[in-house]
């Protein structure tokens, strides 16, 4: 009896130590693969599951995590939308990026929404642990390529979204945007981010105007150019 009331003592203080994660992704089998990356860990713990934004915001509330662990492509919804209201309702709470899409173009976006780390999937079974222990303790993370790639921009002098006429840009426009620099039809675009093939229209017209454009060839034209430059390594 003494032996078990130590052992659940002890399984108890184990537990108080662990940082509790909370995965959002919409595919199950990635975050099976993460949680199973997670729990073999003594220091960290997955808490929960989603596979979209409103869910994950209910789940933050109830179950308090430490750090969200999300994609940028979410089930009737958008990770960046997710992150941007974690930084407006828990500001404190740190969010790591684990997604499919291009560090290169995606990277940036995802830290002005709120993120603290970014890591490509395909990266994610050698760094994820790495990348969430140090966002955990409120560093930056990318991978080595990416913080190369800034670093070249800043020797280079190259234009960053910050120094461009894209900067006048929302990031929902500039997440319509770098899709159109993808060769992403409208309707592409629209199933992409879970919204109307309208509203996207209303976007295509708002980049045309903030970068005075004035033809979707133009768009097109600039965007995919655009995104050229920023993944010059």
């Excluded at 052992?7 to 662990?18: E, F, G, H, L």
């Excluded at 930084?87 to 740190?94: N, T, V």
């Excluded at 395909?122 to 990318?142: N, W």
């Excluded at 319509?176 to 017209?205: D, M, N």
Aim: charged residues 25%.
């Amino acid at each position: 009896m003494a032996q078990a009331k130590d052992r659940q003592a002890k399984d108890k203080d184990q537990q108080s130590k662990q940082s509790r994660i909370l995965l959002v992704d919409d595919h199950a089998v990635v975050r099976y693969g993460i949680a199973q990356l997670i729990n073999r860990q003594d220091d960290l713990v997955v808490c929960g599951e989603e596979e979209d934004a409103s869910r994950a915001m209910s789940a933050i509330v109830t179950l308090k995590p430490d750090l969200v662990l999300a994609d940028i492509s979410l089930k009737d919804s958008s990770g960046l939308e997710l992150m941007r209201n974690i930084k407006a309702q828990c500001p404190k709470l740190p969010v790591l990026v684990v997604s499919v899409h291009d560090e290169s173009i995606y990277a940036e976006i995802a830290f002005r929404a709120g993120a603290l780390g970014y890591l490509m999937k395909q990266e994610a079974v050698d760094k994820i642990l790495t990348a969430i222990r140090r966002v955990l303790v409120g560093s930056i993370y990318v991978s080595d390529a990416q913080a190369a790639r800034m670093l070249q921009q800043q020797v280079r002098g190259q234009k960053t979204i910050q120094e461009s006429p894209v900067k006048s840009l929302s990031d929902r426009e500039l997440e319509v945007f770098q899709l159109i620099g993808q060769w992403k039809k409208t309707k592409e675009i629209a199933a992409q981010l879970h919204l109307s093939i309208k509203t996207i229209e209303y976007y295509r017209e708002q980049i045309k105007r903030k970068l005075n454009l004035k033809s979707a060839a133009e768009l097109t034209h600039y965007a995919t150019s655009w995104i050229q430059r920023q993944t010059v390594t």
